[in-house]
């Protein structure tokens, strides 16, 4: 039985109001347009997906993946509500929050399309839903999303004028963003395994599988990398939490070397850490979901535990035979941190420990 849209959409004017406008610069959240694919694939991997495709024509993009949980009316006011508040004090994002993270589609399409299990749905003017008929060549157990580029053709009291996209931007600003997909998108993911990107010109596949010894294998149609990843669970205020994770990657000898990857929140931020191996951790992240709160209790307790785990990790590595320079090498043993890194101060003091160097003044 599909959500009743009226009676989502009337509750929906009532808690935000009709002043379309005023929301403008709370779907302006991010500096790139193209952010809302790392919102679709985690929702994908938070939901069971094993794959996800990206379909990219000159007027849409359609995104379709196997999730075994289909959209229930829960998702659909989650998927059409909005956060009021913009601030890092006041809303910091849990991971797997699918609300807010997802009106970053509105940089490209005026009118996003929904389309799974008894749901098949349009939002328009925001936060304003309308049936649609299910499309026919559609699988019961397949989501689907489609999103027209149509800022011109509807011209959205909600997107600044200036901000609206042609087709062409829109097209182009897509295409960027799935060339240079990575393929460490998938290495932390929990369900998802592959991602096909499909598009006028091009078509390529992520695909992540296991190796030898755990290690895990990611592969594009021209690359491969493997990595090794260590974890620690975690408890916050009596609920159990994803884990914090280190990975650390290997050459074709698998000996660890470096690499230079921001911090994870499943999908990367914008915040360098100073490391040569690669964090990752269910931090709350800013509405952009580009940072961090850097003094937010949770994300600080975070960092403490990745230092603990980083100390398990060099006992681990070294009673299996596996600690090496190499290894050593890649710990952060720099006498200072810049403003931005100071959240990781922890971790690098942690190194610093592991090696007998004494600790920062």
């Not at 940089?107 to 304003?128: H, K, M, Q, V």
């Not at 998938?186 to 010894?213: E, K």
Request: hydrophobic share 35%.
């Amino acid at each position: 039985m599909p959500a009743d849209y009226n009676a989502i959409t009337q509750r929906n004017r009532l808690e935000l109001g009709t002043d379309l406008k005023s929301r403008r610069t709370q779907i302006s959240l991010y500096s790139d347009p193209a952010h809302f694919v790392y919102e679709l694939l985690q929702n994908a991997d938070d939901h069971g997906a094993s794959t996800i495709s990206f379909c990219l024509s000159h007027d849409r993009l359609i995104v379709e993946h196997n999730a075994k949980e289909l959209f229930t009316s829960r998702h659909v006011e989650a998927i059409s509500s909005f956060e009021n508040s913009t601030s890092e004090g006041q809303d910091l994002l849990k991971v797997g929050t699918f609300g807010l993270g997802f009106k970053s589609v509105f940089a490209i399409t005026s009118t996003p399309r929904i389309f799974c299990g008894d749901e098949s749905f349009e939002i328009f003017d925001l936060y304003s839903l309308r049936e649609l008929p299910k499309p026919m060549d559609l699988p019961h157990a397949i989501t689907r999303f489609e999103l027209p580029f149509n800022h011109q053709a509807t011209c959205p009291e909600f997107i600044f004028p200036q901000h609206r996209k042609s087709e062409e931007e829109a097209y182009r600003t897509i295409f960027d963003k799935l060339s240079t997909i990575d393929p460490v998108l998938l290495l932390f993911t929990r369900s998802l395994s592959s991602i096909t990107v499909t598009t006028p010109t091009c078509s390529n596949t992520l695909a992540r599988s296991f190796g030898t010894d755990g290690q895990i294998i990611l592969r594009s149609d021209t690359s491969e990398s493997s990595y090794r990843i260590w974890q620690r669970p975690i408890s916050w205020e009596g609920r159990e939490k994803k884990p914090v994770q280190i990975a650390i990657r290997l050459d074709e000898s698998d000996c660890p070397m470096a690499t230079d990857e921001p911090l994870v929140v499943l999908f990367p931020t914008k915040l360098e850490t100073g490391m040569r191996i690669i964090l990752n951790g269910p931090y709350r992240t800013t509405p952009s979901r580009e940072n961090v709160g850097y003094r937010d209790p949770y994300n600080t307790f975070l960092i403490y535990e990745t230092a603990q785990l980083l100390h398990e990790t060099l006992l681990a590595e070294r009673k299996l035979g596996r600690l090496s320079l190499a290894f050593l090498d890649l710990l952060p043993l720099e006498s200072s941190l810049s403003p931005q890194r100071e959240l990781f101060r922890p971790l690098h003091e942690a190194a610093r420990t592991l090696v007998g160097l004494p600790p920062w003044n």
